[in-house]
């Protein structure tokens, strides 16, 4: 910092020296001379002084400005709650204006009212295949029959588990829900991490602190669980890139929902989203987009959005872009296989149609979008 401040004095004073050094020639100078001394003695430390002046930082993009410029990029919001009071009714609009091509719904967390919150992100995903992917979170942590809902949701078509309520001590929300669990190796949690697997459902996870004993849980579920998907939701909340870096050096069954509206927006982001990029290039597979719908930012949604576009655009690489954007989420998603209930349905109403086809290959997304009556 002194060294800076040191040679930006340094270059002041000498442009000062200079520009005066430069009036002086100037104006002492011969009617003859001034032709040749003034357009090199006034313009050159003018240039300087104009240069020093203006901001190292081009200007700051508009949303409009960055959508125009990687709206072609197809872009999933990996965490987004707006199936709590149906928001996603009016979030649509602004989903469809800027670019956000899928988004994975769900609503309240780990609580008894998220049972019907993921029953309104079913709806939504009946109505729209293409661009909602149906998460479930309401699901008893502490009982038994949590296995039994989830097990059921799995079945009937929804693409992951969460958001879980896996630990929490700080979050106003999350701290308080009536399911939630110790850390993430408490309650019926292996056995849900079991039952993802089977599914090749991710699981998505909410950890607060990011730090300490719940992510040794955490570092322990990922070991003991190897075949399990996990994802660390809003992962950069609070956190380093170093944390980050460590755990996905040692977990390759880790992934990190990165919130770039709390990097972007949040005064208490102790980090740039620039401080994330050498981590997500070392690790292109590892990282999905989130908006969080928008949870403590003042613009709210459209401000998490303009976030997601800031990170994009700090990236500076389309291709990586493309993956964080979309791909690496997209895969956990496109890799999942047709459960039982839903081929036999999709056989049933073609028995009714006289239909055939190859049920055997038949995805998750493929049975979706028979079953909501949008196959293409
Ligand atoms: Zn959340």
């Not at 091509?101 to 729209?128: C, H, M, P």
């Not at 040692?250 to 990097?263: E, I, M, Q, S």
């Not at 208490?268 to 969080?292: A, G, R, Y």
């Not at 800031?310 to 997209?330: F, T």
Request: proline share 6%; hydrophobic share 35%.
């Amino acid at each position: 910092m002194r060294n800076m401040w040191e040679k930006w004095l340094g270059i002041s004073v000498c442009i000062m020296v200079w520009a005066e050094f430069s009036i002086l020639l100037t104006s002492c100078s011969s009617s003859s001379d001034t032709k040749r001394a003034a357009p090199v003695a006034t313009q050159e430390p003018v240039q300087e002084i104009a240069k020093a002046d203006a901001p190292e930082t081009p200007p700051v993009k508009t949303l409009e400005e960055l959508v125009k410029e990687y709206g072609d990029l197809p872009l999933i919001d990996s965490h987004n709650h707006d199936a709590s009071g149906s928001r996603y009714r009016i979030a649509e609009d602004s989903w469809k204006q800027y670019g956000v091509d899928r988004v994975v719904l769900f609503g309240d967390v780990s609580e008894f009212s998220a049972i019907n919150t993921d029953e309104v992100s079913w709806k939504a995903y009946q109505a729209e295949p293409e661009r909602i992917i149906p998460f479930t979170s309401g699901i008893n942590l502490l009982d038994k029959s949590g296995l039994d809902m989830a097990k059921a949701n799995l079945e009937k078509g929804y693409f992951g588990i969460g958001e879980i309520a896996a630990a929490s001590t700080f979050s106003p929300v999350l701290s308080k829900v009536e399911w939630k669990t110790q850390n993430p190796m408490d309650g019926i949690l292996p056995q849900l991490y079991e039952l993802a697997a089977k599914y090749k459902v991710p699981f998505l996870l909410h950890i607060d602190p990011p730090n300490g004993a719940p992510i040794a849980k955490l570092e322990e579920a990922l070991d003991k669980y190897p075949d399990t998907t996990i994802i660390f939701g809003h992962g950069n909340a609070y956190n380093s890139p170093e944390n980050l870096d460590a755990l996905l050096q040692k977990h390759p069954n880790l992934y990190v929902d990165f919130f770039a509206g709390f990097t972007a927006f949040n005064p208490e982001s102790s980090n740039k989203l620039e401080d994330f990029v050498p981590v997500m290039k070392k690790f292109p597979d590892k990282f999905m987009l989130s908006t969080d719908a928008g949870y403590g930012l003042p613009g709210g949604e459209t401000q998490a959005i303009e976030g997601m576009y800031r990170l994009i655009d700090a990236l500076g690489d389309r291709k990586l872009a493309q993956k964080i954007a979309h791909d690496n989420l997209y895969g956990l998603i496109s890799r999942q296989p047709a459960t039982r209930t839903q081929v036999d349905r999709i056989k049933k109403s073609d028995s009714q149609t006289g239909k055939t086809r190859n049920y055997k290959n038949l995805s998750k997304v493929e049975a979706g979008l028979i079953l909501s009556g949008k196959e293409k």
